[in-house]
């Protein structure tokens, strides 16, 4: 009792502090407003190796040449061999291939008569700039193609999936959200512990009966709770202004979005008691902003980048979430789809966690 | 002293790396009296205060305070004591109210009894008009008030205040101390730093401290009262020649200016030290008269803080 009324005291006294603090409150509503017609606007990049999966219904001496072809091209990067185009589809939703190649079993046959397409080119639009490739794809030269006349109907047909239309506000906003949300919580929290040293407070607080774990949580919640909303304002001003589909279950998206406000509040947390100054804290958070960014698949696609970057990648919290936002929102898939993501998250907020109490202790020395 | 001792700690000391903070500190503070530290910046006051507190843990050495050995059972004495910091830690951006309402919270002060404790406060401490103020616009004063009604809000046994009265006027500080000897009479503890020889004198017991070791303790007048030195005061037209004259005489321990008025300290193995003065000031022909005093708590101050050879002449 005694402590729930000391955790509500310290909830009651941060939400307090963040109200009178008019610059914080503006960034709360301002930061995701103001990114949000930002990134509204085009960001494409030139990929290659993009994961693909092929089903080779033909399996003819032609289609094999085919596929040899597009191997060669780089841009993709063939991983897996399946049977049906339902089989790709599958593959696509649960994020594991960003191009499908469909050969249909008459295919040399349409390769010959050129008003058909004879390859399907299933592409992740949900990916910003996957969907840019596929142009190039198309217009790949293919060595039996010789005929000198141009055929009326290209011999791949591109479908992409997801985001017919290729807006790209649609392929950033998913992103933007994990971005966001990465941002405002894990500087909120990562100065919230050493603006309180910085000030002296944290002197008298350590005095008090307060317990760590009362004065984190306490510190935390009102947080987690401004999260939320500012996920309802992303989704909501995405919708309005650049007709962003919530295709999944929004139960599912704010499950996600409440493991990975956890995950940044906990690693903000523990930023938090590793420095000694608020400059030191901002420091380190814009340290971890830039990767988190640049190598979370947010800008340029997973698959496109080094191997090393993309190791960097698998560790950063928001890698793992805009991956969950991407296909809840726009792939229509389930948490149950993505399984890995979520795990990672709960794990790294545990142990972020335990990491940031450990360090924290009611000591000066 | 047959009274009860609110503190008790035994060769208490805290190093930072080879710097000897505190060094082997023994303390009795008894219940219910105004207990001073006396010392300059760095001499382990502040240190020592944030080892009773819990806040240190000691190199070596023990402390009980008020029964509980620090730092062990320092989270079952947190609800017992009260501290203010040498920094106003307060909260800037919430008003008066607020804050002594937060710290009501925090310490679990029965829900029903909270309004109108913070009201007897703010009436106490003279507080009511800045009720809706912010703490961070108040002056000096108004905040060592606001600082002090926090520490005292859950009524603590016993009050540790780290150089309370570092940054308020002269006439703050005597409104402050006249609540300390109310809080006092009431039976709270206090345990206060402090630089200031006027705060020291006021104090019923205190310990001077430097460089982390206690080198005198007990009430201002047995201090007063044995200091191992002659107090001779020299009023001369011209002190700083006065001064020259006296200074390199191996049996002044040291030599004080105090407006036109010196302050010379003769060990007590010295027979005759207003001889030893008249004879020296008449060499170098300064005109002065001198009389013997009795030590003022700042001559204790300068004897007991000076290095041993001077000390000894």
Request: proline share 5%.
């Amino acid at each position: 009792m005694k402590s729930l009324s000391r955790l509500m005291a310290v909830m009651r006294k941060e939400v307090r502090q963040m109200r009178r603090d008019r610059l914080t409150f503006a960034m709360i509503v301002g930061i995701p407003l103001m990114q949000l017609l930002l990134f509204g606007y085009a960001i494409n990049m030139d990929v290659r190796n993009l994961s693909t999966a092929i089903a080779d219904e033909a399996n003819t001496h032609l289609s094999r040449e085919f596929v040899a072809g597009l191997a060669a091209s780089q841009v993709t990067n063939i991983e897996y061999r399946v049977s049906t185009a339902a089989e790709l589809e599958r593959m696509m939703q649960a994020g594991e291939i960003s191009i499908g190649v469909a050969i249909p079993h008459d295919f040399d046959r349409r390769v010959a008569d050129d008003t058909r397409a004879a390859v399907h080119l299933l592409v992740d639009g949900s990916d910003p700039t996957i969907a840019g490739i596929a142009d190039k794809l198309r217009n790949m030269p293919i060595a039996f193609d010789t005929s000198a006349a141009p055929r009326k109907q290209g011999l791949i047909e591109v479908r992409p999936y997801y985001n017919p239309e290729r807006r790209t506000p649609m392929n950033v906003i998913p992103g933007l959200i994990a971005v966001i949300l990465m941002m405002t919580m894990m500087l909120f929290t990562a100065v919230a512990i050493v603006r309180e040293r910085e000030r002296g407070n944290l002197e008298l607080l350590i005095n008090t009966p307060v317990t760590s774990a009362e004065l984190m949580i306490g510190k935390v919640v009102p947080y987690i709770a401004i999260g939320l909303v500012q996920l309802a304002l992303i989704l909501l001003a995405g919708g309005l202004l650049f007709d962003v589909p919530v295709r999944g279950s929004i139960i599912d998206l704010y499950l996600a979005a409440g493991l990975f406000i956890a995950a940044n509040l906990a690693l903000g947390l523990f930023f938090s008691t590793a420095v000694k100054t608020q400059f030191q804290a901002m420091q380190l958070t814009f340290f971890l902003m830039l990767p988190s960014i640049l190598l979370s698949g947010f800008v340029f696609p997973f698959d496109g980048m080094p191997v090393v970057a993309q190791y960097l990648g698998e560790v950063l919290p928001t890698t793992h979430f805009i991956r969950l936002t991407r296909g809840i929102m726009l792939r229509e898939a389930t948490l149950g789809d993505l399984p890995g993501e979520l795990i990672y998250l709960g794990v790294f907020a545990i142990v972020a966690t335990t990491a940031a109490a450990l360090r924290f202790s009611k000591r000066l020395d | 002293m047959t009274r009860e001792l609110a503190i008790r700690a035994r060769g208490l000391s805290k190093h930072f790396g080879s710097l000897r903070a505190v060094d082997k500190l023994d303390l009795d503070v008894p219940k219910a009296s105004i207990y001073g530290f006396l010392g300059p910046n760095g001499s382990g006051k502040s240190t020592t205060i944030r080892m009773l507190c819990g806040l240190l843990t000691p190199t070596d050495g023990r402390a009980d305070v008020l029964g509980f050995e620090v730092p062990e059972h320092s989270k079952e004495l947190k609800p017992k004591i009260g501290y203010m910091t040498q920094r106003f830690s307060l909260f800037g951006d919430m008003t008066v109210a607020e804050n002594l309402e937060f710290i009501a919270e925090i310490y679990s002060f029965p829900a029903a009894h909270r309004a109108s404790r913070v009201d007897e406060l703010l009436e106490k401490y003279d507080l009511t008009e800045q009720r809706k103020q912010f703490a961070g616009t108040m002056s000096g004063g108004q905040r060592q008030r606001l600082a002090l009604a926090c520490a005292v809000l859950h009524h603590p046994e016993l009050l540790l205040l780290d150089e309370p009265t570092s940054a308020v006027d002269p006439q703050s500080r005597r409104d402050f101390w006249a609540n300390l000897f109310r809080l006092a009479e009431g039976g709270t503890t206090i345990l206060v730093s402090t630089h200031y020889m006027d705060e020291a004198e006021r104090c019923h017991r205190l310990a001077i401290l430097d460089h982390g070791v206690k080198v005198a303790d007990g009430s201002p007048r047995q201090l007063q009262s044995s200091t191992g030195m002659h107090v001779v005061e020299v009023l001369a037209d011209n002190p700083y020649h006065a001064q020259t004259a006296l200074i390199n005489i191996a049996m002044v321990a040291s030599v004080t200016q105090l407006g036109v008025r010196l302050r010379v300290l003769i060990p007590d193995s010295v027979d005759d030290p207003l001889a030893l003065v008249n004879q020296n000031l008449q060499k170098h022909k300064v005109p002065a008269q001198s009389r013997i005093v009795a030590a003022s708590l700042e001559d204790v101050f300068v004897a007991v803080t000076m290095n041993p050879e001077r000390r000894a002449a």
